[in-house]
């Protein structure tokens, strides 16, 4: 049991290059979350889905696109990566049962923009 | 939109101290809050979940409680250690702090 699968772990990206990250889940859950994380800033919550062929913005979504057409795959786009977009991007999901579900995190996928 | 605040920022503490990590946040409409654990360079370890409907869950040397009408929860961590040290962050259903950086001296 993997749990939740991120790739790639580490990447580095020219100002304008476009990307995708994938996130992987073998957990069946119905919601997925994309964050980043900054020195200093916590996570911030990219975008979302909550389930299959959804997807919702979160507290900063610019700049990125994301796509779930299966349920256990939740794709984040940089389609013109700027430096401002350098982080560590993590991928979570929890199970929809009653909304108390727990978060499971991947490991991160650490991003630069020259 | 849920704000999550953890004070203080950073800590330092001597091995063997009993301490308290708080966390609060805006919005008591929650139905979950979960505490992280986060090393250096590293991804995050859920230590414990409590569910809107609990007050208090517990694991070893841990313990997290949960105040809804106030707006707060504590990570209660006894007799600290070495190993303890770490960046540990609370999570309002998918919202989260910024974390508070943990030193335990030997």
């Known amino acids: 049991n993997a749990g939740v699968t991120q790739t790639p772990k580490f990447r580095v990206l020219k100002t304008g290059q476009s990307m995708t990250l994938l996130c992987a889940q073998d957990m069946n859950h119905e919601y997925m979350y994309w964050y980043r994380q900054d020195p200093g800033m916590g996570l911030r919550l990219i975008h979302y889905s909550v389930g299959e062929g959804t997807t919702a913005k979160g507290e900063v979504p610019d700049g990125y696109n994301v796509s779930r057409l299966k349920k256990q795959n939740f794709l984040l786009g940089l389609e013109s990566a700027a430096p401002s977009q350098t982080s560590v991007y993590f991928c979570?999901?929890?199970?929809?049962?009653?909304?108390?579900?727990?978060?499971?995190f991947g490991e991160g996928s650490r991003l630069t923009v020259l | 939109k849920q704000e999550v605040t953890q004070i203080p920022a950073a800590l330092s503490v001597p091995e063997g101290e009993n301490l308290v990590l708080n966390c609060s946040f805006t919005?008591?409409?929650?139905?979950?809050l979960q505490w992280f654990r986060q090393d250096p360079g590293k991804g995050l370890t859920s230590l414990l979940l409590?569910?809107?409907?609990?007050r208090e869950q517990t694991s070893g040397r841990l313990n997290a409680s949960l105040d809804k009408s106030s707006g707060r929860s504590t990570l209660y961590i006894a007799a600290s250690q070495p190993g303890d040290s770490a960046t540990y962050l609370c999570?309002?259903?998918?919202?989260f702090g910024t974390g508070t950086s943990l030193t335990v001296i030997p």
């Open positions: 919005d008591s409409a929650i139905y979950n």
């Open positions: 999570a309002c259903q998918f919202y």
């Open positions: 979570a999901s929890r199970h929809e049962r009653g909304r108390t579900g727990e978060l499971f």
């Open positions: 409590i569910q809107s409907s609990q």
